[in-house]
């Protein structure tokens, strides 16, 4: 005869996968981050810290973790049916094991302590937000509810007191039978009432937790995935392209590399970012990694999952000019008559300033392309020598030239463009 196969719980699954990620373990609960609309959020609190985990597909994925030791401030709300637990402003709601990841977070943090004082019927459904009809509603949904349920003690006394008489007794027996009918039907009508009324608080909370996840989005910075490779070690490399200036903008979009990998088919261990300036594409602006599992330690050189390394280089950022207009005393115009005239390929030469410079978009006067070469005049010397050779294939004075294929007439385009800017 086969064995039966052992099937797992949700929570028995998670404790297994926690403990390959972490040590020193102490609860593990469910529970979610505030603002986040995840199904299957857990809480696993450490001897290290707290950390939250999505749970999806049989794995663990990281949302976010606070470590003991950096926390300054730690507030607590004890509520009927769960506790908020906000640390530095962050709020995680706990279901279960509140108080005992309470005292484990001040046991292990020099921080400052707030208790919400709450009354004990604060604590009850209907009276924690406060509102009055709320408060109405579930007063009278109680009273009838505890009365009901004391009336069925009633009941079963009366219905003891009978006569000898057979008649009366069973003119009794249906009476009492009707009215535990009617209580019956009454109990199930409250229910329904409470049921409805924990319906709309579920939904007014879901929509707060919606419209904040919408606002915190909506300070992620415009991005473009300018290339992306997953390899068989289960690396996630990510070239992304932003036309942000903020370092907390930019470090919140190497953040948001965990959600772009968690779409990948196969399970992601690292990741390595980098982030380039939209349309300047010569050096990154900001590099990070990320290890999501023990194997990604490795992979990374960082010590704790999941960690992030994030370097923001404000020096490889090309700032536009308050004004685009160039300082040059030639236009790209004069570069293009000056080819023509030495007889050199021009072939089909547009003017493409509006499409490519400005705010937006590169940080250049004037551009020209041709099928051969295309010609940028930049508003100061500076901008066009930090453009380098990396992007572009020659830089003179104000101008810059890349050419689109390999020209056996290169060395000419470059004699010609140095005699015009040296006059």
């Known amino acids: ?71 300054n401030e730690i507030k607590v709300d004890y509520l009927a049916m769960r506790t908020n637990l906000t640390l530095d402003g962050q ?21 400052k302590v707030e208790k919400v004082d709450r009354k004990w019927h604060q604590k009850i459904l209907g009276f924690r937000s406060g509102t009055n009809w709320k408060k109405i ?42 009215e535990k009918a009617e209580k019956a039907a009454e109990i199930k009508r409250i229910e329904k009432v409470i049921a409805e009324e924990r319906e709309k608080e579920a939904a007014k909370e879901e929509e707060a937790a919606e419209a904040e996840t919408v606002e915190k989005q909506a300070t992620l910075p415009n991005y473009e995935i300018v290339e992306e490779n997953l390899n068989d070690a289960g690396i996630y490399y990510v070239i992304l392209s932003t036309d942000s200036r903020d370092e907390e903008e930019i470090e919140m979009l190497i953040r948001h590399s965990v959600a772009l990998s968690s ?57 536009a000019s308050e004004s685009l207009e160039s300082e040059s005393s030639y236009t790209a115009d004069n570069v293009v008559e000056a080819f023509q005239n030495e007889g050199l390929s021009l072939i089909d030469p547009r003017d493409n300033t509006d499409i490519q410079c400005g705010e937006g978009n590169m940080p250049c006067s004037q551009l020209i392309t041709t099928e051969d070469v295309s ?49």
Do not use: C
């Open 375 to 423: 010609i940028f005049l930049w508003p100061t010397e500076e901008e066009a020598a930090s453009i380098g050779t990396e992007y572009h294939d020659y830089t003179a004075g104000f101008f810059t030239l890349r050419f689109n294929e390999p020209l056996s007439s290169e060395e000419e385009y470059k004699r010609v463009i140095d005699e015009l800017v040296s006059n």
């Open 1 to 71: 005869m086969s064995e039966k196969k052992e099937v797992k719980s949700k929570i028995d699954q998670v404790k297994e996968l926690a403990a390959l990620e972490h040590s020193g373990i102490q609860f593990i609960t469910g529970g979610n981050v505030e603002g986040s609309t995840n199904q299957n959020e857990f809480a696993i609190a450490t001897n290290e810290g707290l950390f939250f985990y999505h749970y999806k597909n049989e794995k663990l994925i990281p949302l976010i973790h606070t470590l003991w030791k950096d926390v």
């Open 137 to 178: 509603t579930a007063v009278i949904a109680y009273m009838l509810l505890f009365g009901f349920i004391g009336s069925f003690f009633i009941g079963e006394e009366e219905a003891e007191v009978v006569t000898a008489d057979d008649n009366q007794t069973e003119v009794a027996s249906q009476e009492a039978k009707d």
């Open 91 to 111: 709020n995680y709601r706990l279901t279960n094991e509140g108080k005992n990841i309470f005292n484990l977070a001040t046991e292990k943090s020099d921080a």
């Open 263 to 319: 779409e990948k088919d196969i399970e992601v261990n690292a990741i390595h970012v980098s982030i380039k300036q939209l349309g300047v594409e010569v050096q990154n602006i900001a590099n990070g990694k990320i290890a999501l599992t023990n194997k990604g330690l490795a992979q990374t050189g960082l010590t704790e999952v999941p960690e992030v390394e994030f370097e923001f280089m404000l020096e490889n950022i090309v700032e």
